[in-house]
């Protein structure tokens, strides 16, 4: 209990809160660059508020950073009041300091006029922006508060609703511009979406390990000291003959899975390994969080 309370404190400590916010600002400044240098200029309206404002953009003249602050502010006291506390005070600074980031950087000469080269770097910079954000625990509001409040009242998934609002301001944007521009759009709201996960969980893909043999003291061991791993002891039954038997769980790096199969073979030939992915592996050995 002692431990909890520990943790809880440090993960509400002025430092952390500063780190976060410091982060907000880190990611933010990344999004708009990344808007600025690549995406507004090439005309890709990858969804969003900021798709969005790259349209009206081009359409009236209007500059990204006030309709950005026009949608994101009525957007969060909309969310605050139906989603109740549910968005902190770091999604009402977000929604603040994204136009604000946008603006400031609104002088960048655009580096590159090839759609493709804009679509792909720009979805990296604005993916490595929001998974900066994303890892601060902050928010840069926008069509992410829509996004929940229609999924509270409507019973959607959450991933349903954003693609409702990212699809509806690429489907604008192909109207507004032309069927190309919003193709390149996609591409750069794939890249986005996979950039945010590399930032969230990393490159290196763990893997878990469940082996089931009757050699499960040796194994265990081998494991433990041999392959300098933790493993698990799992309670498990023969779907045939129904006898209770042991089950092990280890989690292995990547580069330590040939290692692994090698050392279970050299105790039992016959035993039946299942290695399945872990994205994201928390913990003594692996990443801090």
Known sequence: MARKRRTAIQMNSPQRKILEYGMLVLGSLVLATSFNLFLNPNQIASGGVSGLSTILHNLFGFSPAVVQWAMNIPLFLLGFKL?????????????????????????????????????????????????????????????????????????????????????????????????????????????????????????????????????????????????????????GAGGYTGDARKVLMAVVSQSEVSKLKIMVRSVDPDAFIILCPAQEVLGEGFRAG
Request: net charge neutral; with cysteine; glycine share 12%.
């Open 83 to 235: 989603l109740d506390r549910q968005y902190s005070m770091k999604a009402a600074v977000g929604s603040i300091v994204l136009p604000l980031c946008v603006m400031l950087t609104s002088h960048l000469q655009p580096l590159t006029t090839n759609l493709l080269l804009a679509s792909i770097y720009g979805g990296i910079g604005v993916g490595l922006g929001i998974g900066i954000v994303f890892r601060g625990r902050g928010s840069t509001g926008g069509f992410s508060i829509a996004s929940q409040i229609l999924h509270k009242y409507s019973g959607f998934s959450l991933g349903a609703c954003v693609a409702v609002f990212d699809g509806l301001v690429i489907l604008f944007a192909g109207i507004v511009f032309d069927p190309e521009k919003a193709l390149y759009a996609l591409i750069a709201l794939f890249v986005t979406s996979k950039t945010i996960d590399i930032v969230q969980m990393g490159w290196n893909t763990s893997k878990v390990a469940y082996i089931i043999s009757n050699e499960t003291d040796t194994l265990r061991e081998t494991i433990l000291y041999d392959l300098d791993r933790g493993v698990t002891l799992l309670d």
